[in-house]
């Protein structure tokens, strides 16, 4: 599977757009982009994927480059329950696709 | 919906003791997996398996070992507890491709 690249940490004003980025600039043809996010100690939570379109759903949008090699998970208004660490991750769609690996992430703090 | 099921939520053993974590998901998945999270270090996959009969190692599969005798259960058997496996473990089931994993909310073991 391709790597990634996230900042190890982010700010964000509740009620603004948080808009957290993601490199993956080894990525293949095949392999989808997801976004998990994790709060406090809880399970991973799934947010969204896509392959190479823009996706929206009632959690956040993803957005994909042309080239695929970076994209951006964007929560419209954030609030303070959105503060979590939130994992970029690709997956391929066939082959190895199931030995999936988490990086580090980036911790969104949601702020007053 | 139970979904992903994980059992004992915590549990502390002494070095060189055996345990098993137990994994059921309900959701007729063909993927599951097992994760260990440790501080600053994300999410490791220690083994995976693409359905009944079939299993394989991930990132750090020493000293853990897993079976998949039914669809339904996946459990993570530590031979001989280690102070280095205490750690959070996470078990993870997905449908075929392109769909997320659903994750459990975690074991927490502490090995003295």
């Known amino acids: 599977d391709a790597k990634t690249t996230q900042p190890p940490s982010m700010d964000c004003a509740e009620g603004r757009a948080a808009n957290l980025p993601c490199n993956h600039s080894?990525?293949?043809?095949?392999?989808?982009v997801y976004w998990y996010r994790q709060i406090h100690s809880q399970g991973p939570q799934y947010i969204i994927h896509g392959l190479k379109n823009n996706e929206t759903n009632e959690m956040a949008s993803l957005i994909i480059t042309e080239d695929r090699k970076s994209s951006t998970l964007i929560l419209p208004h954030a609030t303070l329950r959105d503060t979590a660490v939130y994992y970029c991750?690709?997956?391929?769609?066939?082959?190895?696709?199931?030995?999936?690996?988490f990086g580090t992430g980036t911790r969104l703090q949601v702020t007053l | 919906n139970a979904g992903v099921t994980q059992t004992p939520k915590f549990q502390v053993l002494k070095t060189g003791q055996s345990m098993t974590l137990q994994c059921a998901q309900d959701?007729?998945?063909?993927?599951m997996s097992w994760y260990r999270q440790d501080p600053g270090m994300g999410l490791r996959l220690i083994h995976y398996?693409?359905?009944?009969?079939?299993?394989d190692q991930g990132e750090v599969p020493n000293g853990y070992n897993v079976s998949r005798s039914t669809t339904e259960d996946f459990p993570l058997r530590l031979l001989s507890a280690a102070p280095s496996q205490t750690s959070v473990y996470f078990c993870?089931?997905?449908?075929?491709?392109?769909?997320?994993?659903?994750f459990g909310q975690g074991t927490r073991l502490t090995v003295v």
């Open positions: 080894t990525i293949s043809g095949n392999e989808y």
């Open positions: 993870a089931s997905s449908a075929h491709l392109p769909q997320g994993l659903f």
């Open positions: 991750i690709v997956r391929a769609h066939t082959g190895t696709a199931s030995k999936l690996t």
């Open positions: 959701m007729n998945h063909e993927y």
């Open positions: 398996s693409v359905g009944a009969g079939i299993t």
